[in-house]
């Protein structure tokens, strides 16, 4: 079981940024592929973004130059730096972990989510 705790979330206006923070409880992090999906209102949850545990990363089209994955193994955390957020950014963000190295979906253990709202 790995708990996951995300912060960072909040209101912005467009064209501002806003970076995401997950902590893993796990000692074995480094061990772990993570990732970030988001569900939009109205819409089933979507990928966005992984990260496998050798630095591997996939992003979704509709981030990709906007927003940058990374990890710190050191400090069992993974964040998501969104630059340029525009409104159809807005959804509840979630963490992910899983030992499945693929870099594709995110799957495994789940945070609770934090909220991202852009207006513009």
């Known amino acids: 079981q790995v708990q996951l705790v995300e912060s960072g979330g909040g209101l912005v206006q467009a064209g501002e940024s806003l970076r995401l923070s997950c902590a893993a409880s796990?000692?074995?992090?480094?061990?772990?592929?993570m990732g970030w999906d988001r569900q939009r209102p109205g819409k089933q949850r979507e990928f966005v973004a992984r990260?496998?545990?050798?630095?591997?990363?996939n992003y979704s089209d509709s981030v990709k130059g906007r927003f940058t994955i990374s990890r710190d193994n050191a400090k069992n955390t993974v964040y998501l730096q969104m630059d340029s957020l525009r409104p159809e950014d807005t959804a509840v963000y979630y963490c992910?972990?899983?030992?499945?190295?693929?870099?594709?979906?995110?799957?495994?253990?789940w945070g609770r989510g934090t909220q991202v709202t852009v207006s513009s």
């Open positions: 796990r000692s074995t992090f480094r061990l772990y592929a």
């Open positions: 992910n972990a899983g030992l499945d190295d693929s870099i594709t979906t995110n799957s495994g253990f």
């Open positions: 990260i496998s545990s050798g630095g591997r990363i």
